[in-house]
DNA sequence: ACCGACGCTGAAGCCCCGCTGAAGATCATG
DNA sequence: CATGATCTTCAGCGGGGCTTCAGCGTCGGT
């Protein structure tokens, strides 16, 4: 079972993660908001452990920005009891349980578990828009039954538009979903990986499932094209 | 959260109504494909449990027809395991997830909160005048059935307009909407884009959705024209 | 009925947008 | 450290859409 820690107390986070790892779990570590959203995307994990004060992207940010797009792992927050904001804003932005700290290793523990189990039948989440087979979850896609290999970046943006399948989504928010929050350079790279993607998908099949709307951004056709 | 289950063995689809009422979801129940398939189409549900065995119209076929109607709510289908059928045969007709029974009911449960999430999202919005409707989320428009393709500035008009149908729009609001909140240019490229506007929304249908109210400004008739 | 203002529209040029091949940078892997 | 894959940057191209402009039609006021 793999779980991430995303956890600025360097101290709690290095014993979580021995206690852990003792424990059988898989253990990373992120120090800050926006290390932790990277990791969380680029690696599969079960389970993010988020602690909400964090330096740069606090951990509500965090959940709610993976939840935006599409994060399916289990979220369990770290509360300070006497902190300024309280559970419900948790639960609010996503996250599926709670901790207050100071709390119990044997606890958390159990917590952990329960939360791995429960979140675990979410999995696998499949997109499948005519022919086209999208499946979140394996990170693969398939059009009339064949496998098609993507790349890592392929792949997110072909993911980023499924979620979104029939609607035009700009490019600024490929980037932002697929990139990160703020990207700097050309929005150039997305025009690179669609055209991969297409070279891909669709020119193979005569098909056009990934159309551009001119001045807006692209639109994943809901029946595949 | 609404929820239909189609299910012919009567105990397990008792059985799931309760549970899934006991936490919080609406549901209603079909025991037969023709049956499911009316009340499908007569009450607006989030999602569709459907499962693939049942008497007169199986579930494929069920499914591909709400599919082939338009039908938008997700479909979540319940395979058996040993079944003549397989899931890629579920997700061909248009469903959205499937399950193999014998399922585990807390699965169950998180697939549906899944499957409705991610359906919710899809629902476009939709503006309806008439026999013109305007698909913000996709950007696309249609009268009377048939796709019009629009470019940027002229959707962009058109949404402006729909979202304030039946009321008067003057240039100037139209201006600081789609262009530029100071634009300093000449009013008439509005007059431009409302022209080929109506030559591909009006013109080919004989009817006037945008109507000119002299001295003042544009205005989309709330009934289509 | 006349006149001026307002609105419509076809044509044309230009510019911006998006596509793509290739080269350089970066990352993973043995 | 070497190698290959992937990602990013860059520049050129091609085309479609945006804008401008001018001429004409239409509406309303006098």
Redesign the pocket.
Known sequence: MRVLIVEDERRLAAALQRGLEAEGFAVDIAHDGVTGLRQATRSPYDVVVLDIMLPGLNGYRVCSMLRASGYQAGILMLTAKDGEWDEAEALDTGADDFLSKPFSYVVLVARLRALARRVGGRQPRLVSLGDLAVDLGARTCARAGAPI?L??????VLEHLALRAGDVVS?RDILDAV?DEHY?????????????L??KIDAPYGRAA?Q???????RLAADGG
């Open positions: 290999r790349t890592a970046r392929e792949f997110a490019k990139w700097e350079g050309d929005a150039n790279v997305v025009e690179v990986h669609v055209s991969a297409r070279r990934v551009t709307v001119r001045g807006v951004g692209y």
